[in-house]
Structures are given as C-alpha cells and as structure tokens.
Nanobody, 122 residues
Framework: QVQLVESGGGLVQPGSSLRLSCAAS????????MGWFRQAPGQEREYVGA????????QYVDSVKGRFTISRDNAKNTVYLQMNSLKPEETAVYYC???????????????WGQGTQVTVSS
C-alpha cells in the first residue's frame, strides 16, 4: 500500500505561486502514475493533471495549461505541483493520488493523500 502526504498549501494572493509536494512512504512509488485533483467548496472534484511513472509525460486540464507544472523525483519518492498565476477560483483542497495508469478519472486512482488547502484571496 502506498501512503501519500501532501504539503505546501496555504493562503496566497491572486497572481502568486505555490509549490505543493506529495511524499510517498514506500519505494513502490516509482511504479505508479501520479495525479493531482482539487475540490473547491460546493464543487465536484476536478482533475488537474497527471504524470507518468518515469516523469517523461504529463497531462493537464485545459484551465491550468501553461501555469501549472507537475514533476516528480523518483529518487525522493515525491511528486510536485508547481502552481503559478493562481486565481481565486482555484481555491480548493488539493489531493495527490497514485494510479497504475495515467488517467483523468478519479476511480482509476488506487491511493490518495489527505489533501492540502490552497486559498487564493486578497
């Protein structure tokens, strides 16, 4: 079982940046594609993007393309979500998750972190 812990959330002003980290407790992390999801108040959980097991390929939802970057360091068992030019509507709890395949569907993700709150507000 892969255990995931997100960190790096907080309160920032619109236009600011944050980098979220997701640390895996087991070395089997390298065998999984990793996804990021977010859930805003009163909204459905939304797929943000994902990275394949090697870190060689990424996918993003259209709304974050060009602003968000997913990366991973398999030697550190960690995946990152760099978020730039944050918008107020991107206030949400952000989750990382592990899947056997790169997917935008939450049901494909076997393991989930606890989430970290990102608040974008003036």
């Amino acid at each position: 079982q892969v255990q995931l812990v997100e960190s790096g959330g907080g309160l920032v002003q619109p236009g600011s940046s944050l980098r979220l980290s997701c640390a895996a407790s087991e070395r089997t992390f390298r065998a999984y594609a990793m996804g990021w999801f977010r859930q805003a108040p009163g909204q459905e959980r939304e797929y943000v993007g994902a990275i394949d097991k090697s870190g060689g390929s990424t996918q993003y939802v259209d709304s974050v393309k060009g602003r968000f970057t997913i990366s991973r360091d398999n030697a550190k068992n960690t995946v990152y979500l760099q978020m730039n030019s944050l918008k107020p509507e991107e206030t949400a709890v952000y989750y990382c998750a592990a899947s056997f395949v790169v997917s935008g569907e939450a049901y494909n993700y076997r393991y989930w972190g606890q989430g970290t709150q990102v608040t974008v507000s003036s």
